[in-house]
T-cell receptor, first 110, second 117 residues
Framework: SQQGEEDPQALSIQEGENATMNCSYK?????LQWYRQNSGRGLVHLIL?????REKHSGRLRVTLDTSKKSSSLLITASRAADTASYFC??????????FGEGTQLTVNP | GAVVSQHPSRVICKSGTSVKIECRSL??????MFWYRQFPKQSLMLMAT?????????EQGVEKDKFLINHASLTLSTLTVTSAHPEDSSFYIC?????????????FGEGSWLTVV
């Protein structure tokens, strides 16, 4: 069963704009991870945030985690057409077993 | 960086036959591998956890006799879909955990498209 939900399900923006995706989960977690998936391809790991962290940055990516609300957000700044993909959050309660959210389909229009 | 390879990337099989998908960790040893299933425009559903040298742990609702998992070595796990039916058509993705730290670094394969006709 899925851990939670992501919103929006689909997001369409113009190049240069920022994209924000949200993820909610239901149980206590060890860490939360964000992945990217191009259509019909495997997943690429973007960033991991531990349960005791509140914010993390990696290049144009910014991830926040609010364990009291059981939610996380992924912000992609200055988006590019190449950022077009599906983005999934995944939670880990222990070890490497991940439970994925429903995903957000991001379209960045040139 | 670490690479996880899946083979075949695409396979078409006839209804009633069995098909095997391989997942290999190319430059690291993976004591644990995971198999996911993904329908078009949907999320990944964990099917089972594959542990080297022991039986796989299946998620609730996944038929272990239909989806046979073997993890015979530290670099190879296989998923065999037995007596495949059209409803088994899906995208199957494996992942492998590198190391024993917490959290582990997890690498995903490129996935395998299965079409049952």
């Amino acid at each position: 069963s899925q851990q939670g939900e992501e919103d929006p399900q689909a997001l369409s923006i113009q190049e240069g704009e920022n994209a924000t995706m949200n993820c909610s989960y239901k149980t206590s977690i060890n860490n939360l991870q964000w992945y990217r998936q191009n259509s019909g391809r495997g997943l690429v790991h973007l960033i991991l945030i531990r349960s005791n962290e509140r914010e993390k940055h990696s290049g144009r990516l910014r991830v926040t985690l609010d364990t009291s609300k059981k939610s996380s957000s992924l912000l992609i700044t200055a988006s590019r057409a190449a950022d077009t993909a599906s983005y999934f959050c995944a939670t880990a309660t222990s070890g490497s077993r991940l439970t994925f959210g429903e995903g957000t389909q991001l379209t960045v229009n040139p | 960086g670490a690479v996880v390879s899946q083979h075949p990337s695409r396979v078409i099989c006839k209804s009633g036959t069995s098909v095997k998908i391989e997942c290999r960790s190319l430059d690291f040893q993976a004591t644990t591998m995971f198999w996911y299933r993904q329908f078009p425009k949907q999320s990944l559903m964990l099917m089972a956890t594959s542990n080297e040298g022991s039986k796989a742990t299946y998620e609730q609702g996944v038929e272990k006799d239909k989806f046979l998992i073997n993890h015979a070595s530290l670099t190879l796990s296989t998923l065999t879909v037995t007596s495949a039916h059209p409803e088994d058509s899906s995208f199957y993705i494996c992942s492998a955990a590198a190391g024993t730290g917490d959290p582990n670094t997890i690498y995903f394969g490129e996935g395998s498209w299965l079409t049952v006709v």
